[in-house]
């Protein structure tokens, strides 16, 4: 029972973390709080396997992350002047 439980508060947080994520007016807390939430819920899925909710989830937390590099590059190159 201890472990349905501990599935249970990964579940319902991973979807506090995603709901959260979307209230985000920065999009760096936006991408980093949506790629936790879909981290947890690849967790839930694999341990409850609902491999649909882990591979989607998975596809979105590899979507967070080549977004977070795009804009951490880009805030890292230096600015062009004419």
């Not at 980093?32 to 979105?60: E, H, K, Q």
Request: hydrophobic share 50%.
């Amino acid at each position: 029972m201890e472990a349905t439980n501990t599935i249970e508060i990964i579940g319902y947080s991973a979807s506090v973390m995603v709901a959260i994520s979307l209230m985000m007016k920065d999009i760096i807390w936006l991408r980093c709080l949506n790629f936790t939430g879909c981290t947890l819920f690849v967790i839930y899925g694999v341990y409850i396997s609902a491999w649909p909710v882990a591979g989607m989830n998975a596809f979105v937390a590899c979507i967070n992350i080549y977004h977070l590099i795009k804009i951490y590059r880009t805030r890292s190159q230096p600015a062009v002047t004419a």
